[in-house]
């Protein structure tokens, strides 16, 4: 399947690069429009003179099935991105949990960056993802910088970051947009977002619900949620927006089916809140940020069947309280010098209460390893990014990272890339970059494993890409990369007890391909192709991943499929591993029934494929789903 699929879109690839010889009158005058980024820099760029790879998917792509959560679509559209799932709705979190991103197969725990327009997101305990927080309503787009990217986020984001950037009102008006849906199990899902302008004030209001009955007993899933960001433009200079976020949900875990659990439910409230000013003059532009995010879960891990029911809840309160600074400033033709500043203040309380009385057992501990009922890090990282125009052919970025952990101490994080312009519409580029995590509350303060004599987990990163656009009509990429990890943090006995210690290493290799190509104003196809060689199995990261999509569009009639094929998935590894392989066929069709009124109907697995992307919990076959979706 690996050979074929690269045949396929390497096929495609040189197809297209021919075509667009023979398009070469037809595309002279096209005015080229090269992709913008803000992920690789903090500042919007070009993402032609930046040496990393970044994917972005737009708004439209996200919408374009009518799916709460991003993930699903970020899957598709990025290569090397994994995502696991346990149903129709909802990701959860504790054991069991779905939602685990990988990329390139790095992303365990801790190791992949989610931000919400460059805010870090993370529970303050547990260090990892809350993937049901990441709705589709509030994402203007989402851009995936696949890699290491610690230069600028730091911790956390050693295997890549997956940044969500927030809705925007450019215009002034008013925008209101109303989807609502519902079929397979009970599923029912609503959303709206309202976005207005007048002048220099405008805002984003948005707010979902959705449930489902899962089709498995006791999988209940239920969430609902809002979110809003008030801006001002002071001057064509100085702009300035405060937002807020509120996600509660409620899930239900069935367990593997080898092992039902009963009463295995959480009940999670995740927040946050932000305050940014941003400057943008002909030389120079920043943002000064500050933000908050927190979280208070509420889990019983419930019991097997014939058991005897828990007698205490698990229950957390954990937050991340930060500010993050950037200016970057042109110095001379082709220069920019980005200089950086972050800080984070993370941690929170962890115990077990009692049913019946309400009694708290705490389980964070002290240096000491006595418990106490909060526990907390610091976090101080501060940065430069050089890069450099040296020629029309050729640009030079180099940077490097200083951070600083309250308890593990200093990490230094260099990186350098070099983007090469043989033509105006190709570019070559060469990166080397370091990534690091280091140790979370959890490993070092929680459970008897937790031990505070812990190294930061690190790897480095060597890549080479080609890029080639077509004009507006077409876009192929293809990257090659090998990472080496080490100091991974593993739980193993230490004189007959258990102990976190830096004992694991790893060494990936692979190669990522992508192509794009709009046929005409009625018809566009896309693709991406990734495949991974890993020394070590890893949960939850396919040796194989292709998708193709393809998109017709009228002005009443808009149909869209894509076929995605996993080969090679670790659902379990250890000394039983278990590897899946998959086909997916899903595809949406909607009608404009009047100018602001669409109703649409989409199917997802229409090929019944039996399968599962985490052991124990086997995925629905076929779905359905139809709505209606209003603009005014």
Known sequence: MHIRAFLLLGASAVCLTMQAENQAEELKDTTQMNEVVVTGTRNATDARYLPLTVTSISNEKLNENYRPSVLPTVMEQTPGLFSTSRGILGYGVSTGAAG???????????????????????????GHPIPDAYQTMMAEKVEVLRGPASLLYGSNAMGGVVN??????????????????????????????????????????????????????????????GYAKLGYDFSEHWKAFADANVTHFNASNPGPVTAPLIDNDSKITRGLASIS??????????????????????????????????????????????????QSAN??????????????????????????????TYLVKDANGNLVEKQHCDEVGTYIDFRQDICKWLTVDAGLRIDWHSVIGIELVPQGGLAFHPTRNADIKALVSKGFRNPIIREMYMFPPATTDLLPESMMNYEIAYTQRIGKKAHI??????????????????????????????????????????????????????????????????????????????????????????????????????????????????????????????????LAERYQTYAGFPMPKATFMGGVNIDF
């Not at 828990?310 to 937050?319: I, N, P, Q, S, W």
């Not at 100091?487 to 192509?515: C, H, M, Y």
């Not at 894509?562 to 997916?584: C, H, I, M, R, W």
């Open 277 to 326: 000013v941003s400057n943008n003059y002909q030389y120079t532009s920043g943002t000064l940020r500050a933000y908050c995010d927190w979280g208070h879960h509420n889990i019983d891990d419930g019991y097997n069947v014939g058991g005897t029911p828990r007698t205490a809840l698990y229950l957390h309160d954990d937050y991340i309280a930060g500010i993050t600074w950037y």
């Open 100 to 126: 685990s991103l990988k990329v390139r197969g790095v992303g365990s725990g801790a190791q992949l960056l989610v931000l919400i327009d460059g805010q870090p997101q993370y529970a303050g305990l547990m």
């Open 477 to 606: 990429g293809a990257n090659i990369f090998y990472i080496k990890g080490k100091n991974l943090i593993n739980t193993v006995r230490v004189d007959g007890r258990p102990r976190n210690v830096n004992v694991g290493e790893f060494k990936n290799w692979g190669i990522e391909l992508s192509a794009d190509y709009t046929i005409n104003r009625h018809w566009s196809v896309n693709g991406n192709y990734s495949f991974l060689r890993m020394d070590t199995p890893i949960d939850g990261a396919p040796e194989g991943k292709l998708y193709f999509g393809a998109t017709y569009h009228n002005e009443k009639w808009t149909v869209a499929a894509g076929l995605q094929n996993v080969s090679g998935l670790y659902v379990a590894t250890g000394d039983n591993p278990q590897k899946e392989n998959f086909t997916l066929l899903n595809a949406t069709v909607s009608y404009k029934v009047l100018p602001w009124m669409s109703v649409f109907a989409k199917g997802d697995n229409l």
């Open 164 to 225: 969500i950037i927030t809705r925007q009102m450019n215009e002034d008006g008013c925008k209101t947009n109303i989807r609502l849906q519902g079929g397979s199990y009970g599923t029912v899902q609503a959303d709206g977002v309202n976005r207005f302008r007048m002048g220099k004030f405008y805002s984003v209001v948005g707010a979902q619900y959705q449930r489902t009955s899962g089709h498995r007993e006791n999988s209940e899933f239920e969430q609902f949620g």
């Open 331 to 360: 110095f001379f033709k082709g220069n920019t010098v980005t200089l950086g500043l972050d800080w984070q203040h993370f941690g929170g309380s962890a115990w077990n209460e009692d049913k019946q009385t309400g009694d708290r």
